[in-house]
Every structure is written in C-alpha cells, then in structure tokens.
C-alpha cells in the first residue's frame, strides 16, 4: 500500500510540473525568465513562487466544495419548519459573516490547537504538543466564511423560486428529496449562479490570509523574495499580475458555466 502511495504521489508530482504555467516544460519562467530573479532552480525565485501559485488555487479548489455544501444545508436549516434549525443557521451566518476573516483564521488555527490538546490531555496523552496542519486550518476558516456568505445567496435564491413548484412536485408523488433534487436545484443553480461567482472572485482573494499562518501562498512566497532581494514593487507586481491572471482566468471559466446553465432559457 505505501508503494502506491509513493506512486501516485509521484505521478500526481509529474502532472504538477508538467502543466505548471510557470516552470513547466513550457512555463513562462522556463522561457522567458532563465536569465533573470525570476529563474526556475536554485539561481532564481521561480520555483518558490511557482509553488506559491499552485497553494494559492489549490485552497481556493478545496474550499469551494466544502463552502458549497455547507452553505447548502446552511440555507435549508435557516427556511426550515424547525425553530431551533433556523435558530443555530441564523447564529451561524451572523457569526461567520461579522468576525473578521482574518480572526476567523486564528480562531480555528491556534484554537483547534488548543482544543485538541486538551481534549488530548482528558485522555492522558502525554506525547509532543498537538500541530495543526496549516493548509487545512486555511481550508476550515475559509470554508466557514464562504458558506456564511454563500447561505445567503442560496436562501435568497430559494425564496425566488415559487411554491408552486413544491406544491408541482408533490402533485406528482415526489418526494421532497426528488422535489428539489429534479424541480428545484436546476432552478436554484441558475438563480444563485451570479452571486456564487462572485464569492467566487472574493475566496480567491481571500486565499491571501492562509500568508499569516505561514502557508507558502502566492503572498507568502512573495513576501520572503521581497525580504531577501529588496525587490518590493518586483516582486508584489508579480504577484498582481497571478492574481489578476487567476480573476481572468475564472471570469472565461464562470461566464462558459453561466451560458450552460441558461442554456434552457436561449433555448426558449
């Protein structure tokens, strides 16, 4: 089992540099910046900030899915018939919307830590203190925040859809489940789309806080060539130009999403 693993890890390894856009085979420091700061290896910093793009999307990737589903059970706790449902939804939202994003992150970083140690020390653990893994501290923060945000999308976008609809698919004797899996879901996608893409945009920027928990991110790598080379209008504009290279990037990517998920509409 641990030879593959290694094997998979090595072939995931091999994917990474094969298309990475800035020191792959055909990456634009591989081509253009081998003479300069900018050079792949040991002689220049791109690699470290190659790096740093690919934590940068990869906690962007990871948080989306989890916010999502979050958010989605979020929005149904705060329109349930159960009082107490919508009570703890409403806590939720008004908790995770208000606090700072950034607090947000220490809060689950440095307080998961304590918890776990303690909890550890309920039980009588007496071995090296308890480290959380900083990648997944940023995806837990980040998570809670998107799907604060995102609750709200989809409960507006729930309201917007009549309860003729329901009331259709109960005509029909389905159940709530196929109800909303096959009536209402379709409709909620393309209703809440433009607001999901737009906390889009805000996550990816929001990736910028997992630097503050020293997670090697775009800013972080950045930060520490700034430091070393006294570069800083360098070294920050590169990292201008990935982030608005990753906003582009998603516009083209959430636009293609948008005409599919309309394409009913054109249709009629």
């Known amino acids: 089992m641990g030879g593959l693993f290694s094997a998979l890890g090595s072939f995931w390894s091999l994917l990474v540099h094969i298309f990475d856009p800035l020191c792959g085979p055909v990456g634009l420091f591989t081509w253009f910046g081998q003479s300069t700061i900018l050079a792949c290896g040991d002689t220049g910093w791109g690699d470290e900030i190659a790096l740093g793009l690919q934590v940068t999307v990869s906690v962007a990737v990871v948080t989306l899915p989890i916010g999502l589903v979050i958010g989605f059970l979020v929005a149904l706790g705060q329109q349930s018939e159960e009082k107490s ?49 900083a990648f997944l501290a940023g995806v837990i923060a980040l998570s809670v925040v998107f799907s604060a945000y995102c609750s709200e999308v989809l409960l507006s976008a729930f309201r917007a859809i009549p309860k003729g609809q329901y009331e259709a698919g109960d005509s029909l004797g389905l159940h709530w489940g196929r109800t909303l899996r096959l009536i209402v879901l379709p409709q909620l996608v393309r209703i809440a789309l433009p607001g999901l893409m737009n906390l889009w945009m805000v996550l990816l920027k929001d990736t910028s806080y997992v630097s503050i928990i020293s997670l090697a991110d775009i800013l972080r790598q950045t930060n520490v060539a700034v430091r070393v080379t006294k570069e800083p209008f360098f070294f920050y504009g590169i990292a201008c130009c990935l982030y608005l290279a990753l906003a582009i990037l998603s516009s083209f990517v959430l636009a293609h999403i948008d005409r599919w998920a309309r394409r009913s509409e054109v249709r009629r």
């Not at 009570?87 to 689950?108: D, K, M, Q, S």
């Open 85 to 133: 449902l919508r009570l703890a939804a409403g806590v939720y939202t008004t908790i995770f919307r208000g606090l700072p994003e950034l607090l947000t992150l220490f809060i689950i970083y440095y307080g998961m830590q304590i918890l776990i140690q303690y909890l550890l020390d309920l039980a009588g653990y007496n071995g090296p203190p308890v480290e959380i893994n």
